[in-house]
């Protein structure tokens, strides 16, 4: 079973963050392979063993499979003495020595991706610390996922053949408005090659920059894109997480170094430097 290796790659980087907002001393997780079917547990820190690792766990069974069906975070005190499960995967938790177990599962756009657990040696009920931080770090993946499937499907979708006789003002404002989404996520994504990767694609939007020609900041870049949208400040401010005070700032600096006095003569000049399509 080939498991999601993007829903892999956020639950191994999850793992420390999870064992600190709960106090659990033990998590682990795994990603979900094609269907949806099973859950492969492939993430371990703070086990004592390799018992869990590769484990493969069916939706509906077990703790994790609780979860997935259920769509929603399942707990218990006891796991080897719990009625409210089945009990297909005792002899792994029992060889990890695992009695209080959470599970969290990781759903984005109504699809399951993978489940985040969280553990303690000792029998006892798990309070509501381990619970709301389990389900925090769960959604900061599920935010992540939906970042990256969002940037992979902008990248896709500059890849396929333009149709054969475009109107070129559409084309053209079809181009600027890929270019924006593109530079409005890419600070949201952790992963450096995806990051990397999305802004060079924002660069194949662009003419080459004439030599010597003015060098934006990134962030004056990423306003004088979206205001060249025809968007307002409050509305570049809603779609890059910034006051709208603040985007004024990076405009008026980005309008200084290109010498315009207006926002349309600013975005002439950057067209005219190669910095916007």
Known sequence: MAADAVATAEIRGALAGLRRATGLPVAFGGAVGPGAAQIRISELSGTATGALR????????????????????C????????RRISHEYDAPVAAEGLRAVLAVPLVVRHRVRGVLYGALRTAQPLGDRALDGAVAAAREVERALAVRDEARGLLAALRPAQPAVPEPGAAQEHVREAHAALRALAPRIADPELRAELLAACDLLTAPAPRGSTALAPRELDVLTWVATGATNAAVADRLGLRPETVKGYLRAAMRKLG???RGEAVTAARRAGVLP
């Open 54 to 73: 590769s484990l493969l766990v069916t939706s509906g069974t077990g703790l994790g499979g609780r979860a997935v069906a259920l769509g929603r975070a």
């Open 260 to 262: 315009a006095h207006t």
């Open 75 to 82: 707990a218990v005190p006891d796991y080897a003495g719990s």
